[in-house]
């Protein structure tokens, strides 16, 4: 199963891929954990992408086709992914096809989540909320300035993937507002 998630930060691409990897026993890549793992580690990858990152900006889309790229040859990855944060531009969707071809592979399915902007601006703040009730440490692009950025970036460059995905056919819309439940009952039966 490869599947793709799209939305807006914060619309829940996170936790329903999560969710699904426990499902069919295949890993999560988010590229936006792979690069903070690599700032975290001090590599060169993740020293050119920290200040991209914190100012809630796109890092190249050079960096990111590589290390996806990477990731998908790795033995946990045989019998698929879901990617959550990437593609986020179509320069991107447009290279990920070619490296799947590269590698003799396709996609399933892409599912979009549909969310209310103006919403997403109170989970994350709930999100800040609960990571700090629970002693953990908060992204330090998780303020309200730099989330908004995130989400004009959003709408700029990633949102018109929908129209590339649509016009493959793959594309699949739920409703990212209702419960978690409620999602993941939803992706469950088109995935079914
Ligand atoms: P995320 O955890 O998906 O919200 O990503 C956090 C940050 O990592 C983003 O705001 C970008 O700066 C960077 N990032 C993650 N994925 C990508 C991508 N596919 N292309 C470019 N930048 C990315």
Redesign the pocket.
């Known amino acids: 199963m490869r599947l793709i998630f799209l939305g807006p ?1 914060g619309a829940g691409k996170g936790t329903q891929a999560k969710l699904l990897t426990e499902k069919y026993g295949i890993p999560q890549l ?4 792979m ?1 903070r793992a690599a700032v975290a580690a001090g590599t060169d990858v993740g020293k050119r ?1 920290k200040a ?2 914190d100012a ?4 190249s ?1 050079a960096i ?1 086709n590589e290390i996806v790229s990477d990731r998908i040859d790795s033995p946990d990855c045989a019998r698929g992914f879901i990617l ?6 179509v320069p ?1 969707a447009e290279a990920l096809d070619r490296i799947l071809a590269g590698k003799g592979i396709s996609l399933d399915a892409v599912i979009e989540l549909k969310v209310d902007e103006d919403a997403l601006v109170k989970r994350m703040e709930n999100r800040v909320a609960e990571t700090v009730a629970a002693g953990g440490t908060v992204r330090s ?1 998780d303020n309200p300035e730099a989330f908004k950025r ?1 989400l004009t ?1 959003y709408r700029e460059k990633t949102a018109p993937l929908s129209h590339y995905y649509a016009s493959t056919g793959k594309l699949r819309t739920v409703d990212g507002m209702a419960s978690v439940d409620t999602v993941t009952a939803e992706i469950g039966g088109i995935l079914a």
Do not use: H, I, K, N
């Open positions: 930060p988010s590229t936006g954990d690069l992408a991209v990152m809630g900006q796109l890092v889309d990111v959550d944060g990437y593609p986020r531009t991107q692009d995130r970036e």
